[in-house]
């Protein structure tokens, strides 16, 4: 089992949808979570990062981590073509420690 | 925010060279970066942690001697691919934090490696 699961998609929405990505992971010590955008050939993006469980918006996007069930969750509201991208799961035992990713979800916003 | 300069963003080499990738660290300092190596349509796979002023600490079945990795300094460091081969040819990426902010690790734009 992967520490990390995340389906690899592609997803497929039309412009204005809401899209809901998600992992899972099984290492209850994992305290640190990120989501990160990778566009085709260029380095990972850092969306959004967080500590334990909550929820954290910064503009169209919220980042949701439930620890309970082990469950990780990035919406993106009225998404744009431009959010078209592999959208990538993180996460670390510490700030300071290695990320383990999760295999990356392909999304296509279509116009 | 932190930013992360690699170089070269592309480069070909011939078979039996070796290539040297930078990593740097723009406005901040790390003692601690990472190499990653990712294949087309898959995530990233961590090759090796560069800690400052000491050996680099390699994930299992990276090999060591082909993947040299110096961090000589607290905003730069290099990953020397040995004697490339074109099964190395692939997408290299490093990563940094800032250990004065609270958020997470900063990539690189990446290296894309062709041996030819």
């Known amino acids: 089992q992967k520490e990390v699961e995340q389906d690899p998609g592609p997803l497929s929405v039309p412009e204005g949808a809401i899209v809901s990505l998600n992992c899972t992971y099984s290492?209850?010590?994992?305290?640190?979570f990120m989501w990160y955008r990778q566009y085709s050939r260029k380095g990972p993006e850092l969306l959004m990062y967080?500590?334990?469980?909550g929820n954290k918006e910064d503009g169209r996007f919220t980042a949701q981590v439930d620890k309970s069930s082990k469950y990780i969750s990035l919406f993106i509201r009225d998404s744009q073509p431009s959010d078209s991208a592999t959208y990538l799961c993180?996460?670390?035992?510490?700030?300071?420690?290695?990320?383990?990713f999760g295999s990356g979800t392909r999304l296509l916003v279509r116009p | 925010g932190a930013v992360v300069s690699q170089h070269p963003s592309r480069v070909i080499c011939k078979s039996g060279t070796s290539v040297k990738i930078e990593c740097r660290s723009l406005?901040?300092?790390?003692?601690?970066m990472f190499w990653y190596r990712q294949f087309p349509k898959k995530s990233l796979m961590l090759m090796a942690t560069s800690n400052e002023g000491s050996k680099a600490t390699y994930e299992q079945g990276v090999e060591k001697d082909k993947f040299l990795i110096n961090h000589a300094s607290l905003t730069l460091s290099t990953l020397t691919v040995t004697s490339a081969h074109p099964e190395d040819s692939s997408f290299y990426i490093c990563?940094?934090?800032?250990?004065?902010?609270?958020?997470?690790?900063?990539f690189g734009s990446g290296t894309r490696l062709t041996v030819v």
């Open positions: 967080t500590y334990s469980s």
């Open positions: 406005d901040f300092q790390a003692t601690t």
């Open positions: 990563s940094a934090r800032d250990p004065t902010v609270g958020s997470g690790y900063t």
């Open positions: 993180a996460t670390s035992v510490d700030s300071s420690y290695k990320l383990i």
């Open positions: 290492n209850s010590a994992f305290q640190y």
